[in-house]
Every structure is written in C-alpha cells, then in structure tokens.
C-alpha cells in the first residue's frame, strides 16, 4: 500500500509562486508515475503534470513554461514548483500515485491566487 501526503499550498497574489510536496511512503517500488491535479469549483479534475518512473515529465498546455515537477527520490517527495501564478490557477490540487494495483489520492491542498 502507497501513503501520499501533501503539504504546501495557500494563497498567492497572480505572479507570485508557490510549492506543493507530496511525500509517498509504503510500497513505493510499486509507483509508475506521481502527478498533480487539480479541481476547481464547478469544474472537473484535471491532471496538471506529472512525472514518470524514469523521471518524464508532461504537463497541461495551460501552465507549461510556469510550472516544473520534479522527484526527490532520497526523501520520496514530488513537488510542484508554481510561478507566475494566474488567478484561474485557483484549485485544490491533489497528488495522485499511479501503481501497479490503483490509482491512490492524497488529501488535496487549496492553492488560491488573488488577482
């Protein structure tokens, strides 16, 4: 079993940065993939980025070239790096661990951006 938790988050002004971690712990040789998504009010989920086994990474068009992911593996952390925050970036962004037996969430963490 694979335990994310995540950190991070909060309130930002537009173009202003922010960061988001998830630590995984548990059967972690059984993680393919960890990405970050995000829900906002009224809107469906939508993958944000996300970083593979083999350190790929993809993102959605919408905050490429502001947002990096990237994998700390000694301390079994994914992080989110937010710059040039938009107020449409307002979401709860979740962590989401792809295994070989699921797809596992963590907790969520609200990021709002103020114009």
């Known amino acids: 079993q694979v335990r994310l938790v995540e950190s991070g988050g909060g309130l930002a002004q537009a173009g202003g940065s922010l960061s988001l971690s998830c630590a995984y712990s548990g059967n972690i040789f059984s993680i393919n993939a960890i990405g970050w998504y995000r829900q906002a009010p009224g809107k469906q989920r939508e993958l944000v980025a996300v970083?593979?086994?083999?350190?790929?990474?993809n993102f959605v068009d919408s905050v490429k070239g502001r947002f990096t992911i990237s994998r700390d593996n000694a301390k079994s952390t994914v992080y989110l790096q937010m710059n040039s925050l938009k107020p449409e970036d307002t979401a709860v962004y979740y962590c989401n661990a792809l295994t070989i037996s699921g797809s596992l969430w963590g907790q969520g963490t609200q990021v709002t951006v103020s114009s």
């Open positions: 970083i593979d086994i083999g350190g790929r990474t």
